[in-house]
């Protein structure tokens, strides 16, 4: 039996030397770990593959005298020639494809350098740039990584997913159909990639073991028109599948998922808005499951607000929200902040939920907007008390004099000056939150909001943005906002490692209010 050091900065499954309770759970080790492989298999698994830092004794070991440059370096200089490598990309996508392409080959120098430099790598590795390799993840596809499960190929859901472990070896999976993806929609097959992205971040924000997670796209085909041109589209070639097809499709993964890793914490991502929370609601009670688009941003969007809130020195009770989009994001939001009301507040539901008004592509959601979901009814206004006024944004936040702001609806430049003004006339310290991704597509620019509210304004976005100057200090002296980021990776890698930890058989929403008052 040969044993092979490794260098990790990210949790490994432990070699307990005696059987416990917890002994299936991926805990940290320092200590090296059983190896079969050798030679050119060694180098070519990423998960083991060293590189330069193999020293000797181990090159002779694992036969790989010969395989490699004579010189032995450490993982901190291979970190070294690492950023280097990635600062000689010229722009963001470039870069992007540098760390997947590094990811392949080497994931313990991976996960280190982006552990060093994560500050200037989040935005590359997730939003707004990981949108762009969704979008061109056929055009830039290397080599396949995670579980591709067909819809026309039902039969093999469960050999396929068979292939990735035994029962004990899966502690997390992220799933996606890939028909809303980051605000860009549906990119049918490339959903895989967000699957991938959200895995990456659990191990780097949680410890996760990233050889304990599979990342999985349902291929359902697309409504995207652009992809079912492209002759290099590398998913199924049809309009996208739905109703009960692809129901009992999602059915047979699930149900796959769970005889096959029982102890999985299954993580439902990108969604569409009919599917979203149909799927939530179905599995809710049967397993540890959770919505990332629902759950997860309506979560971080709630501790975003009590935080605002408190600054404002507002209560929770008294908030009025609009939330400018009404799909899986800006319901999830407007669900969770409807619960924190009702509850602070001692009320129904019902009560606290006339707190919040929706607004979609037709405007208000009231009781005659045609296509109101079933989640969102809770929400639709009376339609008599709106008959005779406009029921744009513009017109919603004069007549209802919201002091939250919120915008999940993809439309860049939708909070305009005269909206923000609107919402500032009211409220000294008003809490506006442009939350769309990726960048190109927030509702506005944290620089606009705070200058037509005089830097008054509470702001955050949905994905990364620089620090604001202005005139807005003592006698007109100028200071520097930061500006937060409202984002569901904040919160989705310690919900996710909360629930693998303790074996979660359900994640309630007690569970989610802790993550949020946490």
Known sequence: MRY???????ATKANHSKKSKFGDLPLSTTGPINCALSGTSLLNTPYLNKGSAFPPDERREFNLTGLLPQGVQTLEQQCKRAYEQYSSRHDDL????FLASLKDQNEVLYYKLLQLHLDEMMSIIYTPTEGDAIQNYSRLFRRPEGCYLNIRDPDHVHHNLAQWGNPEDIDYIVVSDGEEILGIGDQGVGGILISVAKLVLTTLCAGVHPNRTLPVV???????????????????????????????????????????????YIHFEDFGLTNARKILDRYRPDFACFNDDVQGTGCVTLAAILSGLHVSKQKLKDLRMVVFGAGSAGLGIADQVRDAIATEGNM???EAAKQIWLIDKSGLLTSET???TDAQKIFAKDASEWKDKDADLLSVIKEVRPNVLVGTSTKPGAFTEDVIRAIAEHHERPIVLPLSNPTRLHEAKPEDILKWTDGKALVATGSPFPPVKGPWGKDGSEITINVGECNNSVVFPGIGLGCVLSRAKHLTDRMLVAAVEG
């Open 348 to 350: 129904s539901h019902e």
């Open 4 to 10: 092979l050091n490794l260098t990790n900065n990210y």
């Open 94 to 97: 470039a870069k992007n494809t």
């Open 218 to 264: 349902l291929d359902c085909g697309t409504d995207n028109k652009e992809l079912l041109d492209d002759e290099l589209y590398l998913g199924l070639k049809e309009k996208r599948v739905r109703g009960e097809e692809y129901a009992k499709f999602v059915d047979t993964f699930v149900q796959s998922a769970r005889k096959l890793y029982p102890k999985a």
């Open 370 to 372: 045609e296509g109101v």
